[in-house]
């Protein structure tokens, strides 16, 4: 029976009837969840000084498999429970002071990375140059938000912005956006998006 | 009147796999039933058209004489699925939560749930763990705390899938007690399994799958020494009879 | 991992833990915004005071919050060495640092004292207040919104936080599996990371459908039983305190 149908995703005949889109509830809920542990799980990594946080890049991975409408709410449902007071975001930290203190610039920067990335993953086939591309603009877009807030934030100078928030980063989100395409490629054609 | 009915039922997957085929089956009230067969025979499969969880590409499945299709939520309330693996599928936070979830579906009111969880949880022996995570709990109970959530939609027929496995000796025992005290209790049961040996004495009927149809059916006693040709192991000893074959003392 | 199941939540039998939920979420609120708008050295005083009864009252230990604190702490030194050399001004008699600013020092305390209030703020509500409950007001604040499905997001809430405890030993139990198999030995981040991951997330997607079929079988409905609330007199007083003391940190803020 389990080999039989993997990843099906014919509409139930509950959902038929009712018109809930109860696996795009199950989704968020698990993406939501992926991306909270995300900030809790780091893979150590032979180059650069700071170890790899998964949780942007299963903003990526959310936004390859969701689409935006779903990417998006999945990432709207985290900053939510975070601001709750909940320790949702990396380390543990949740709550205002970790959404507008130094880094929030970067949380709130991933509804943008999400968006960017979802938009063309909500086609059913989604090629390696739009990928890459959606993955590259939406990192540009998270950056872009984070330093200037992190600057703003810290009341510090550019190249120190810069220094802490941007280049320690970018051997690792290169290798984050190449496996999140990888990994989009191998198990997308199983697991059609929702939207 | 048979309590669960199933005619011609047939379901093929998209890529042409036949699930099932021309299944016709009746069981009464209050029967105990072990449906028994190969891995891919066909068992699940069926199971999950029994409460409609999966439609049938032919045939149905009539509940008190009435097709499931007019009333799926009737037809859920009334016949309980317990899966073969339920901690991959708790969705409560706590013991509790899990139990509430499917009363909460039927909308009933606050006072009610509550007290629905908390004769469910007595009735499996899971009370004092009611405000823990279900995964704190042994492998026994949680088979045990799905069986209670499934108990609190107040089901007629319960289906257990595969309920032994992976369960150590002890587990084993909780759980097959457990399924009699529900039969006891006036449940007409359907367990799904490949290990005879603990449970056939207990049963009144075995059905047995092979590729997807329906190859045997009846008394345990002279349905069982034609298992082996449909892949399930044969579960009597030399000199041993059916009445034997328990993991209960 | 084990904190983030509980949720920080300890359960205990007080007036805050018994606090109706809305109400109690209301107060957090409001204390929050005042936090944030807190100028002088004598608002600070008055919530953290506020706060540390509250705590007592909770019976909440004070290791819950120290351990709150050491994450908060390199943030809270990083922004106040930036500030104190950064921000100009007049330097600080007396002491021999040079760079360090009187006006740098005071902005870098007054980050510090909003992120500790704002803390023990998190740390009394999520102490008190189990996930269920705060789920359901969450459900109950939405429910007049047009256009909300708060029974559905209720929903995504519940089996996210259903989910992450299990999928984090999940996640921990395939890395060690890969480890066993020497993943270790490649060199090639890339390769080292897309296995790691690859498995994890194809079981999770799987799951999607595990917990579908499970909710199915149950019959799942968006027309659910919505929680029963009932607010005390001594929760309106809480309420009220808290009221009170956002609207004198407000009022004395403008004059």
Not at chain 1, 122 to 148: C, D, F, I, Q, R
Not at chain 3, 12 to 34: A, E, N, Q, W, Y
Request: proline share 6%.
């Amino acid at each position: 029976m389990g080999q039989a149908k993997p990843f099906k995703s014919l509409p139930t005949l509950k959902e038929a009837q009712t018109g809930v889109d109860l696996r795009m509830t199950v989704n968020v809920a698990l993406f939501t969840a992926l991306i909270i542990i995300g900030g809790y799980i780091s893979i150590p990594l032979p180059v650069g000084p700071v170890p790899i946080v998964l949780a942007d890049f299963f903003v990526m991975v959310t936004g390859l498999f969701l689409g935006w409408k779903g990417g998006l709410t999945a990432v709207a449902l985290y900053l939510f429970l975070g601001l709750l007071g909940l320790p949702v975001f990396a380390g543990g930290a949740s709550g205002l002071a970790v959404l507008f203190g130094p880094t929030g610039g970067f949380l709130f920067g991933y509804l943008l990375l999400v968006g960017a990335v979802g938009l063309p993953a909500n086609k059913e086939k989604l090629s390696l140059g739009k990928a890459l591309t959606a993955l590259t603009v939406g990192n540009l877009l998270l950056y872009s938000v984070g330093v200037p807030w992190l600057k703003a934030v810290l009341q510090c100078g550019w190249g120190a912005a810069m220094a802490a928030g941007l280049v320690p980063f970018i051997p690792g989100t290169v290798i984050k956006i190449i496996v999140a395409v990888a990994l989009a490629r191998v198990l997308r054609p199983r697991f059609q998006p929702g939207y | 009147m048979s309590i669960i009915e199933t005619q011609d039922l047939t379901h093929i997957f998209p890529d042409g796999t036949v699930g099932i085929e021309q299944i016709n089956l009746k069981i009464n009230a209050g029967e105990f039933v072990i449906i028994a067969g190969a891995n891919g025979s066909g068992k699940t499969v069926f199971a999950r058209h029994l409460n409609g969880l999966l439609t049938p590409t032919k045939g149905q499945v009539l509940l008190d004489g009435q097709p499931i299709t007019k009333n799926l939520i009737e037809a859920r309330k009334k016949v309980g699925l317990v899966f073969q693996d339920p901690d991959r599928q708790f969705v409560g936070q706590t013991v509790a939560e899990e139990v509430a979830f499917g009363p909460e579906n039927l909308n009933l009111p606050p006072a009610q749930v509550d007290s629905i969880v908390k004769a469910s949880l007595a009735l499996v022996g899971l009370s004092r763990f009611s405000h823990q995570s279900p995964r704190v709990l042994s492998g026994g109970l949680k088979r045990k705390l799905a069986i209670a959530g499934v108990l609190a939609m107040k089901p007629q027929i319960i289906i257990l899938d595969e309920p032994f496995t992976g369960l150590d000796y002890p587990g084993v025992v909780q759980i097959l007690q457990q399924i009699l005290r529900l039969h006891a209790a006036g449940h007409t049961i359907l367990l799904i399994t490949h290990e005879l040996e603990k449970v056939l004495a207990h049963a009144g009927r075995l059905v047995i799958f092979y590729q997807g149809r329906l190859v045997a059916d009846g008394r345990p006693e002279a349905v069982v020494h034609g298992v082996e040709r449909y892949g399930v192991r044969m579960p009597l000893r030399k000199g041993e009879e059916v009445k034997e074959l328990s993991w209960l003392k | 991992m084990a904190e983030m199941t509980l949720f920080r939540y300890l359960h205990r039998d007080t007036v805050l833990h018994r606090m109706d939920g809305r109400l109690k979420l209301g107060s957090m609120l409001l204390l929050s915004v005042s936090a944030s708008l807190a100028g002088a050295l004598r608002h600070y005083l008055v919530l953290f005071c506020l706060l540390c009864i509250a705590l007592r009252v909770a019976k909440l230990p004070w290791a819950a919050l120290l351990k709150e604190l050491k994450f908060f702490a390199l943030i809270i030194w990083v922004v106040l060495s930036i500030n104190a050399t950064t921000i100009p001004g007049d330097p600080i008699p007396n002491l021999p640092l040079p760079g360090v600013t009187v006006q740098g020092v005071i902005t870098g305390l007054r980050f510090a004292g909003r992120l500790i209030n704002i803390i023990l703020i998190c740390v009394v509500t999520t102490g008190t207040t189990p996930l269920r409950t705060l789920r359901h007001v969450i459900e109950w604040c939405l429910r007049p919104l047009p256009f909300v499905p708060e029974v559905r997001i209720a929903t995504m809430i519940q089996l996210t936080f259903a989910l992450i405890p299990v999928l984090f030993i999940e996640f921990a139990e395939m890395s060690r599996a890969q480890k066993a198999r020497c993943l270790e030995v490649r060199k090639n981040p890339i390769k080292r990371m897309y296995y790691t991951v690859l498995p994890f997330l194809e079981q999770t997607l799987h799951r999607t459908d595990q917990i579908v079929e499970a909710m199915e079988a149950r019959g799942y409905s968006e027309i659910r039983t919505k929680a029963a609330f009932k607010s005390k007199t001594s929760d309106w007083l809480i309420f009220t305190l808290c009221l009170f003391v956002f609207l004198v940190i407000v009022f004395t803020k403008r004059g």
